[in-house]
Nanobody, 116 residues
Framework: VQLQASGGGLVQPGGSLRLSCAASGSIFVMNVMGWYRQAPGKQRELVATIRSGRSTNYADSAKGRFAISRDNAKNTVYLQMNSLKPEDTAVYYC???????????WGQGTQVTVSS
């Protein structure tokens, strides 16, 4: 499985960005895709995940500001980020795993910088 993420960039506080991640290769129907992030000097942390059935899970920091969605026909997951804060600055990584499996796949990461 290969994951190709895009959509990062520089945005001012209060602004919005939309990240996309397309999965290719041997994609199982029942899967979980999501976004994690890693800020300098910190551990990678969960942002949000979405199952193929579209049930979602969000980190507390993302609730009310971020929205994860997916297009199963395109094997693509999106992360709409609104009301961005400087503390959202990080490299954002796309993640894929088969439901019930522990093996994970990671995208290359896309930089999000929130700064005035």
């Amino acid at each position: 499985v290969q994951l190709q993420a895009s959509g990062g960039g520089l945005v001012q506080p209060g602004g919005s960005l939309r990240l996309s991640c397309a999965a290719s290769g041997s994609i199982f129907v029942m899967n979980v895709m999501g976004w994690y992030r890693q800020a300098p000097g910190k551990q990678r942390e969960l942002v949000a995940t979405i199952r193929s059935g579209r049930s979602t899970n969000y980190a507390d920091s993302a609730k009310g500001r971020f929205a994860i969605s997916r297009d199963n026909a395109k094997n693509t997951v999106y992360l709409q980020m609104n009301s961005l804060k400087p503390e959202d600055t990080a490299v954002y990584y796309c993640n894929y795993r088969v439901s019930g499996d522990t093996k994970e796949y990671w995208g290359q990461g896309t930089q999000v910088t929130v700064s005035s």
